[in-house]
């Protein structure tokens, strides 16, 4: 945790009451520890749709489906989400809470389930996205970075979650249990990157888990 206990809890608090459908999805989640995005970065993902009148989102890392389904309720302009997981069990999951969602929200924006890896479907993907949330394998942040930009409009943002891994990231990696070690760099690249990128304006928020915020800059100017 980066940020101490009771100031998020104390956050939390101020939360208001999300659909039945939501909180039933977090009450799984917290019973069968399944990650899905903290109760503060949905306020910061609904204002940042809101600031973008975002239309169309490319969502990398379905999971359950909790943060597709959340932008569908919260984004006010959305017309589109296109979601991406390769995990079969989460797949099944998340095909179960969409049929819901659609029943009872068809009114709502469009999610698209798209089954496959991650990397591999946006590089054969066209067209724009207004927002880009990536939330999925961290080892990948990297490597799919120019394939993100080149699927995100200009002037739109690019979200991704989990950046500062419990705050592990800031430690030496000799300490960092060697299985995560290459996560742990992969990262710190990320991280640099996007902060150097000459195409990017980013800030690293020490929200939730962490989050880079990234606008993609108009290279004209």
């Known amino acids: 945790m980066i940020v101490s206990e009771n100031i998020t809890s104390y956050l939390h608090s101020l939360e208001k009451d999300r659909s039945a459908l939501l909180e039933e999805m ?5 019973s069968e520890n399944v990650p899905i995005i903290r109760r503060e970065v949905e306020s910061f993902l609904e204002v940042l749709l809101s600031l973008l009148k ?11 489906a909790y943060s597709a389904i959340f932008m569908a309720e919260t984004g006010q302009d959305l ?16 095909k179960e809470n969409l049929e819901r969602f659609r029943k009872e929200s068809p009114e709502k924006a469009k999610i698209e389930l798209v089954e496959g890896d991650a990397a591999q479907e946006i590089r054969e993907m066209s067209g724009e996205f207004d927002l880009i949330f990536l939330d999925g394998p961290k080892g990948q942040y990297l490597s799919m970075l120019p394939d993100l930009l080149k699927l995100l409009r200009t002037g739109g943002v690019l979200l991704a979650d989990n950046v500062l891994q419990d705050g592990e990231l800031v430690r030496s990696r000799y300490v960092t249990q060697r299985r995560d070690r290459t996560i742990h760099e992969r990262m710190r690249e990320f991280l640099r ?14 929200l939730g888990d962490g989050l880079a915020v990234s606008i993609k800059k108009d290279q004209e100017s």
């Open 193 to 206: 990157e996007v902060k150097h990128h000459p195409d990017l304006l980013t800030s690293l928020v020490t």
């Open 54 to 64: 975002a239309e169309n989102v490319l969502e990398i890392g379905t999971g359950i």
């Open 79 to 94: 017309k589109r989400i296109v979601t991406i997981e390769n995990y079969p069990p989460r797949i099944e999951k998340a």
């Open 26 to 30: 977090r009450a799984f989640a917290d």
